[in-house]
């Protein structure tokens, strides 16, 4: 059978491959996109958006705890978990149905099954149907690492934490980065009591380190009970189905009534026939790239986690965009420029970070670094009198006191962050942020207060 000849396939429908296709149509490209599961990816359907979701409720919860000490005298209502999951899987299938609906309209050609790779330019389907392509995009993603340790199988994995139908009593998470930081953060607003086992000396690794130890005195307020240099070496199943942990030190801990590991995640690159196609991979088996997404192989190329290059959604999104407005378009030069992209992480509250650490800063510039910072309680937790602070920390180097870092932890440091990675990738100075009028009474303003 003769094989179907398109401009472009992609393999694989999170958000890279989909920004890809709709990109590389909007060129008059004709685009095949192969994928077997829901569209979305990671992001959509167990990362991003129902993380953020369930972030949004814990936000809800401590809010309304916090009511009471502001002179409202209604009891704080319950979470009705099975309900909330009901209205974020709707929000969830309005996205799949405006990817179907923009699919449709853009005359990408949707192939829900698996695509493997043949040579350089063939892509066979889970029917057996061959595709050729001129341009091949991988965009495959990734899935959680689960260690290989004894009684692993007795632990959850991030994916597993949205079949959740409430907050387990007591629950152990092993890891220190992004979504161990998260779910410890929901999981104990909603209910749970955490632990959190991290091998190394602190949460975070690759955010500054002040911001790091302040998010972790602010996590041990709202009851997370934090463990550094832990490193688990297997797992045990307890009564009723409960799970201990032993250490490698031979330390047990009490019954936990689930265990969810974030340690990492791996990129889904098995059965792609990378092989059979030339395609390099690393040791981990991401996918080899340039600085263009290209693989060693023309007109392979890949974006996203499968690349192991700073695995965030919008950062696929972008890639793929430059990569098509290259291929297909009038911008031989388009690519993606990895240095300064901005990050959160949804803790309580969110720690943003752009640009150098501290440490990072006096590596690159020596001598010639200021740093700044300011710590205060924002007003709704002054007049509460909680005890949650934000950190804000500038990172200026050069005579000039240009801005290289900028780290927040705080409320709104989620959406105060992108404003301002805008100003740093313009250059912008200490002096800059000191011309300009804050806005009273706001966290946001502290960021141009700094002296």
Not at 26 to 41: D, F, N, Q, T, Y
């Amino acid at each position: 059978m003769k094989a179907q000849e398109f401009d472009l396939i992609v393999i694989g429908g999170g958000s890279g491959g989909l920004a890809g296709a709709f990109r590389a149509a909007s060129h008059g490209a004709k685009v095949a996109l192969l994928e077997p599961k829901e569209l979305g990816g990671t992001c959509v359907n167990v990362g991003c958006v129902p993380k953020k979701a369930m972030w949004l409720a814990a936000e809800l919860s401590q809010k309304l705890a916090l009511s009471a000490q502001l002179g409202f005298n209604s009891v704080p209502p319950a979470l009705d978990w099975r309900e909330f999951v009901v209205h974020r899987q709707r929000y969830i299938a309005g996205i799949h149905a405006s990817y179907m609906r923009r699919l449709d309209e853009s005359g990408v050609v949707l192939m829900p099954c698996h695509g493997r790779l043949l040579d350089a330019h063939t892509v066979v389907n889970a029917d057996g149907i061959r595709l050729q392509g001129r341009h091949i995009l991988i965009a495959t993603g990734g899935h959680p690492h689960r260690p290989d340790i004894p009684g692993a199988e007795l632990g959850l994995v991030s994916d597993d934490f949205f079949n959740l139908c409430s907050a387990p009593a007591h629950v152990a998470i092993v890891g220190g980065g992004y979504i161990a930081v998260e779910l410890a953060g929901v999981l104990q607003a909603l209910g749970s009591q955490v632990e959190l086992y991290v091998r190394g000396p602190r949460l975070l690794e690759g955010f500054d380190a002040q911001i790091a130890d302040e998010l972790a005195d602010g996590m041990r307020q709202h009851g997370v009970r934090l463990h550094f240099g832990h490193s688990v070496a297997a797992l045990e199943r307890a009564a009723d189905d409960g799970v201990v942990v032993l250490a490698e030190d031979g330390t047990r801990s009490d019954r936990f009534d689930a265990l969810i590991f974030a340690t990492g995640r791996r990129p889904n690159t098995d059965r792609l026939g990378l092989d059979a196609a030339g395609v390099a991979t690393d040791e981990k088996r991401f996918v080899r790239v340039d600085a263009y997404q290209d693989t060693g192989v023309p007109h392979i190329h890949a974006v996203g986690d499968v690349t192991g290059q700073a695995a965030l959604t919008p950062v696929a999104i972008a890639a793929a965009r430059r990569l098509m407005d290259r291929v297909f378009g009038a911008s031989p030069d388009a690519r993606l420029d990895y240095e300064g992209i901005a990050t959160v992480v949804f803790s309580h509250p969110p720690a943003g970070k752009v640009g150098m650490t501290e440490e990072e800063a006096r590596l690159h510039h020596g001598d010639a670094v200021r740093v700044l910072t300011t710590r205060f309680r924002p007003m709704l937790h002054a007049l509460a009198d909680s005890p949650q602070r934000s950190l804000f920390k500038l990172v200026c180097a050069g005579s000039d006191d240009r801005v290289v870092g900028l780290h927040l932890l705080g409320e709104g440091a989620d959406e105060i962050l992108q404003g301002f990675a805008v100003a740093m990738k313009k250059g912008i100075t200490l002096a800059d942020l000191h011309d300009t009028v804050a806005i009273h009474p706001t966290s946001a303003e502290e960021v141009v207060l700094m002296r």
